[in-house]
């Protein structure tokens, strides 16, 4: 059988990266590119979709100048990216205003009008919230930043726009249709809109009575698939514009969640991935739907077409570490004019090897950005915490390492009172497993053995590189566990028990403590 390849387009929030994957998960090359992003008062945050497209075509005429493969074995496109993002087109597929993304808050005050009533359950009325756990088996967050919050901000704050819009659309489907023409989504990346039955895996639809709850208008949502779709061939324009045979097959795809999901490896049920990147999650295969309300977690259709996947997220992990280097260590100022250098992330991997564990009893919180799992809570905010005059630079650098991992461990505790089991090991992708010292970290912290998956940076387009595998009948979706390489695997340090449970207690009493304040300070956001 003749070698066949799929260029997988990944883009994330700090930009895209397009690669070549091989039938075995390999990732033969990848370009990046950097994009921009827009923060606005009151919790904007958005980005511009042509710097997307621009960015995209950049990276694949320089990945296919290498020249790796034959052109003629590329068989297909297919897309992932950055998820619960909105961009408004128009009729003939044009973006009228900037894509709101994920980390966009502004819509918290429309969600909140709409899921109010007289008698309430943690800011929802219990009735609509009875509604949204039965057929969706999760809820609009009051957090402000799933895709059906930026479309009621839109709707009430930008009327213009809203009526000029011809379909909203989240930024992968956005980018297939640059591909293809098509305005289209699939109900895994639809789920986060909140306006889907997803009971019947092979059923799902938008459902009349969230449309009606919330004032959509269902006209402006794009048609449904399943990910594993071949949704047409790529158009001339964008062939051109990326280096590439036109009439090539381009796959639905998927957000990076699912596509990281089974870059990861973890495709069985009860399988778990732990990603780090710019934002976090922890999560799993599930055979079940369920919704923990408390946790602000539920079951989500994943890309595997049948399987539901539990939705999380931490909303800053991995970016963190950026805005140490970038506002606190290395800003382009009057004291540091030439800006971060090059290999800042790895001075600060060393820095942090060099304190002990537990950061001399100093913690840090990395709600930067406010927070969606266990807890939902969009102003509370991060710090340094039991700081003294004996603090450095490296206990800084180390605390924000144990920060995450407290973080992750959070989440570990939620995800596993969820599927009601120990896991007993998880696979870590995504930037932040690149680090050795954080991979045993995390082990540590979180007291589980950790599966450093190889190359864990290109999970997600490893991810989706292997569902248009699997899309174009080349293998099957429990195939991909045998073709996923695991680099090493890092035991738990039982010297570290300890500290790290004193340390972790303490991290979650920080919260308590800290959030009614925090709520103060931030209630304008």
């Not at 289209?184 to 009575?209: C, E, F, G, M």
């Not at 514009?241 to 049920?269: M, R, Y």
């Not at 909303?315 to 090059?342: Q, S």
Request: net charge neutral.
């Amino acid at each position: 059988m003749t070698d066949q390849y799929v260029l997988a387009i990944d883009l994330g929030t700090s930009g895209p990266k397009v690669a070549l994957v091989d039938e075995t998960g390999n990732v033969l090359a990848c370009e990046v590119e950097a994009t921009e992003l827009h923060l606005l008062p009151n919790g904007g945050a958005e980005q511009d979709p042509n710097n997307w497209w621009q960015t995209i075509c950049a990276a694949s005429k320089k990945l296919l100048s290498k020249n790796l493969v034959p052109i003629e074995q590329i068989q297909a496109v297919a897309v992932t990216s950055q998820w619960s993002g909105t961009v408004a087109v128009d009729d003939k597929g044009n973006h009228l205003h900037n894509a709101i993304i994920w980390m966009d808050s502004r819509g918290a005050k429309h969600v909140a009008q709409a899921m109010d009533g007289l008698v309430k359950f943690q800011g929802y009325d219990v009735v609509k919230l009875a509604q949204w756990i039965l057929l969706t088996a999760g809820m609009p967050g009051l957090s402000g930043k799933d895709p059906l919050a930026h479309i009621l901000f839109i709707k009430n704050e930008m009327p213009d726009l809203y009526a000029k819009t011809y379909k909203f659309m989240e930024p992968k489907d956005y980018l297939n249709l640059r591909l293809t023409g098509r305005f289209a989504t699939a109900q895994d990346a639809i789920a986060l809109h909140w306006l889907t039955d997803n009971r019947d895996l092979n059923k799902v639809y938008y459902h009349p009575s969230l449309i009606k709850a919330t004032g959509i208008d269902q006209k402006k949502l794009p048609d449904l698939y399943l990910s594993t779709d071949v949704l047409g061939t790529l158009l001339p324009q964008a062939a051109s514009d990326l280096g590439l045979p036109a009439n090539l097959k381009v796959v639905l795809g998927t957000p990076d969640v699912q596509s990281a999901a089974l870059g990861s490896g973890a495709v069985e049920d009860f399988a778990a991935h732990l990603y780090i990147g710019t934002s976090s999650w922890l999560t799993c295969h599930v055979p079940f739907k369920k919704t923990d309300a408390d946790h602000n977690m539920a079951t989500i259709p994943s890309a595997i077409p049948g399987k539901y996947l539990i939705g999380n997220e931490h909303e800053t992990a991995g970016y963190c570490l950026t805005y140490l280097r970038d506002k606190v260590f290395y800003p382009k100022d009057a004291i540091t004019p030439e800006g971060a250098p090059p290999d800042a992330y790895q001075k600060f991997n060393d820095l942090a090897a060099s304190v002990a564990a537990g950061s001399d009893k100093l913690i840090f919180t990395p709600w930067l950005i406010g927070e969606r799992t266990p807890v939902e809570d969009h102003t509370i905010r991060g710090g340094f915490f039991n700081m003294s005059l004996s603090t450095t630079r490296a206990h800084m650098v180390r605390a924000v390492f144990e920060g995450v991992a407290y973080n992750s461990r959070w989440l570990l505790e939620a995800v596993e009172g969820f599927i009601d089991r120990k896991l007993a090991a998880i696979n870590m992708i995504g930037g932040g497993a690149r680090s050795d010292l954080w991979c045993q970290m995390h082990a540590d912290i979180l007291n589980r053995e950790i599966r450093q998956v190889a190359d864990p940076v290109q999970a997600n387009a490893r991810g989706v590189g292997l569902l248009a595998g699997v899309s174009l009948g080349r293998f099957r979706f429990r195939d991909i566990s045998n073709r996923v390489a695991i680099a090493k695997t890092y035991k738990p340090n039982p010297a570290h028990r300890k500290i790290y449970d004193e340390l972790y207690a303490e991290f979650k009493n920080i919260y308590q403590a800290h959030k009614k304040i925090h709520a103060r300070l931030n209630k304008a956001h």
